[in-house]
């Protein structure tokens, strides 16, 4: 049973910052993509940032939606089954609930359909 938890969400002024978690647990696979997507009310479920073990060199090779790079960065864990999100920076326009995703063939792809497993969402409001 695979499941992904995320934790580190809140309330937090404009210029702020948060740093989100992700556990992953219930798989084994070798190479796989972790993501962040975000969906704010009325809104479609959006890539933010993604990163990809290759399975050979063990590097990660990370990815960022323009309108979060250089504000936030992605970092995959040493047990490779998990992963954070540190947010600066943060604007209104990021509010939204922020879900870790989970795919498990090669490649990181930015539609919410390419992802197999999905958390439940953390809220992320800057306010």
């Known amino acids: 049973h695979v499941q992904l938890v995320e934790s580190g969400g809140g309330l937090v002024q404009p210029g702020g910052s948060l740093r989100l978690s992700c556990v992953a647990s219930?798989?084994?696979?070798?190479?796989?993509?972790m993501g962040w997507f975000r969906q704010a009310p009325g809104k479609e479920r959006e890539a933010v940032a993604a990163?990809?073990?290759?399975?050979?060199?063990?590097?990660?090779?990370?990815s960022y939606t323009d309108s979060v790079k250089g504000r936030f960065t992605i970092a995959r864990g040493k047990d490779n089954y998990s992963m954070n999100m540190q947010m600066n920076s943060l604007k209104s326009s990021d509010t939204a609930m922020y879900y870790c995703?989970?795919?498990?063939?090669?490649?990181?792809?930015?539609?919410?359909?390419?992802?197999?497993?999905w958390g439940e969402g953390t809220q992320v409001t800057v306010s």
């Open positions: 995703a989970v795919r498990v063939n090669s490649g990181c792809p930015t539609q919410p359909a390419d992802f197999d497993y």
């Open positions: 219930g798989y084994t696979y070798s190479s796989h993509c």
């Open positions: 990163v990809e073990d290759d399975g050979i060199t063990r590097e990660s090779i990370s």
